[in-house]
């Protein structure tokens, strides 16, 4: 089944401790992209990535980083979570030929 | 500086037609996409527009005018399933995959 998969679906962390959310398509898709959604705010985009080791910042990138070492792959880093960064996170993936993305099931983060 | 308007909420009734429109104001524009996400859910791709004109799949249909910088979504024969929150985005220019969303349409379909 053509699907993006995130993990965990679920997480609650505190504050400064170091995690990744995994992001695996198996579409052979080339763009990946990470969003995070909060009530009122809409879906902004933090990162996206065109291929391979081809990254750039969305409209909210601070305090995440990314990385795009293999094709199918594209984890979201939190160096350091903060409160703020509590939100629900969705990653997707396109192939660029409709411009249409398919998104992961969302990963709820919560930092205390 | 970057931003799209939609209403916040739209209400309508089973077997009627809604239009939600979106306006733009953006640095880059590629084309204007469509998505729906219901409650709890992730958002799922409905259509895309890079022409001027309208585009249909279906019951849905959306429209773009590059222009006005004003496109909508056109849902008819409305269902009970189609209460959700339905998304404009912007694909930014050259289609590097950047895309900006817009805050989102309530709808919500009565019986």
């Known amino acids: 089944e053509a699907q993006v998969t995130q993990n965990p679906r679920y997480l609650i962390t505190v504050t400064g401790k170091k995690l990744t959310v995994t992001c695996s398509q198996n579409m052979n898709h080339e763009y990946m992209s990470w969003y995070r959604q909060d009530p009122g705010l809409g879906l902004r985009q933090i990162y996206y990535s065109m291929n391979v080791e081809v990254t750039d910042k969305g409209d909210v990138p601070e305090g995440y980083k990314v990385s795009r070492k293999e094709k199918r792959n594209f984890p979201l880093i939190l160096e350091s979570p903060s409160p703020n960064q509590t939100s629900l996170y969705f990653c997707?993936?396109?192939?660029?030929?409709?411009?249409?993305?398919?998104f992961g099931s969302g990963t709820r983060l919560t930092v205390v | 500086g970057q931003s799209l308007e939609q209403p916040s909420e739209v209400t309508a009734v089973e077997g009627a037609i809604v239009q939600i429109n979106c306006t733009y104001q953006?640095?880059?524009?590629?084309?204007l996409s469509w998505y729906q996400q219901h409650d709890g859910g992730a958002p799922t791709f409905l259509s895309y527009?890079?022409?001027?004109g309208l585009e249909e799949t279906g019951r849905f249909s959306s429209f773009l005018s590059r222009s006005d910088s004003y496109g909508y979504l056109l849902l008819q024969e409305l269902q009970m399933k189609d209460s959700a929150s339905y998304f404009c985005?912007?694909?930014?220019?050259?289609?590097?995959?950047?895309?900006?969303f817009g805050q989102g349409t309530t709808l919500q379909v009565k019986p």
């Open positions: 997707a993936s396109s192939d660029g030929s409709d411009y249409g993305y398919t």
């Open positions: 985005a912007v694909v930014g220019s050259g289609n590097t995959g950047k895309l900006i």
């Open positions: 527009n890079g022409l001027d």
């Open positions: 953006t640095s880059g524009f590629y084309g």
